[in-house]
């Protein structure tokens, strides 16, 4: 005997009674396991089942290290110019105009200055969304900016990578950027100013090449991809199978190439317990 029973056939729902599913309540992480977006956010876009750390851009991370969500950005309103009216299957300054409109961003980077449990710290966070992260003219410049306000001011400085390199519609326009931002964190040791590389996934091409791996300090997140060249093109290169793990975080800290892989849980804590220690200040609980 069934349990239950229609009494009438089919199923009559109003239209306007018909409610969709809203899109963005769950979250699938690379190894299947679902989570509750809601969930995700409060665990800092960390998968509670398996720890994986979610890609997310520079108003996430400015909202994890700057105390209350207060800073002040840096200059906001720089964009990209098209000099050499490059055109593959779109229009560079085209492609510009649509990367804006769907990702409500300038560039590839954000630049801002705040406090970090109450000492000032500039971050510069590369945004993966807005045509890869892809370093141009304005990213170099951006960053080359903040550096000179971390000079000016004697302020600590801080780059958040999540790249996959240069800017190809920039050519050698893009490839200048790795020496102009390479000479201001020069001009930073000099003046004995700290200065932290955040590498985060992906962390690859003229980033890695330049200012990511070029901090009193390197770090990065669990598991996130680290290298110049992908995986194919090395092993392609090479002719050689890659090992497991290759081009990991934890693949490069075993390789000397990073400082410590810390959880983005820790990550304020843990760049603000160096800056104590460096610049032999208190250390703040």
Not at 106 to 115: I, N
Request: aromatic share 8%; proline share 4%.
């Amino acid at each position: 005997m069934a349990w239950f029973k229609r009494k009438e056939k089919g199923i009559h729902t109003a239209t306007e009674d018909k409610k969709d599913t809203p899109k963005g309540l769950w979250y699938k992480s690379p190894t299947g396991k679902i989570v509750d977006t809601e969930e995700l956010e409060k665990n800092f876009y960390i998968s509670p089942e398996d720890g994986y750390h979610v890609r997310i851009g520079s108003n996430e991370y400015f909202e994890i290290l700057f105390d209350d969500n207060k800073y002040k950005e840096l200059d906001a309103k720089l964009t990209s110019k098209d000099p050499l009216k490059f055109e593959d299957k779109k229009a560079y300054a085209d492609r510009l105009v649509a990367a804006q409109e769907k990702t409500g961003l300038k560039d590839a980077v954000r630049t801002a200055v705040g406090k970090s449990k109450g000492s000032d710290l500039v971050i510069a966070c590369m945004d993966f969304s807005f045509i890869g992260g892809s370093m141009g003219s304005v990213v170099g410049e951006k960053i080359a900016r903040a550096a000179d306000y971390s000079l000016k001011n004697n302020i600590p400085f801080m780059i958040i990578s999540k790249s996959g390199g240069a800017r190809m519609m920039e050519a050698a326009l893009s490839l200048m950027q790795l020496a102009k931002t390479s000479s201001k964190l020069a001009q930073l040791a000099d003046a004995g100013i700290p200065y932290i590389s955040l590498c985060t996934d992906p962390t690859t091409g003229g980033t890695t090449a330049s200012f990511a791996m070029l901090g009193d300090i390197n770090i990065s997140e669990p598991g996130a991809l680290i290298g110049f060249a992908g995986p194919r093109v090395v092993r392609d290169t090479t002719g050689k199978e890659l090992p497991e793990g290759f081009q990991t975080a934890e693949f490069v800290q075993e390789h000397g190439f990073l400082d410590f892989i810390t959880p983005r849980q820790e990550l304020k804590n843990k760049i603000n317990l160096y800056l104590d220690l460096i610049l032999n200040r208190p250390v703040r609980a």
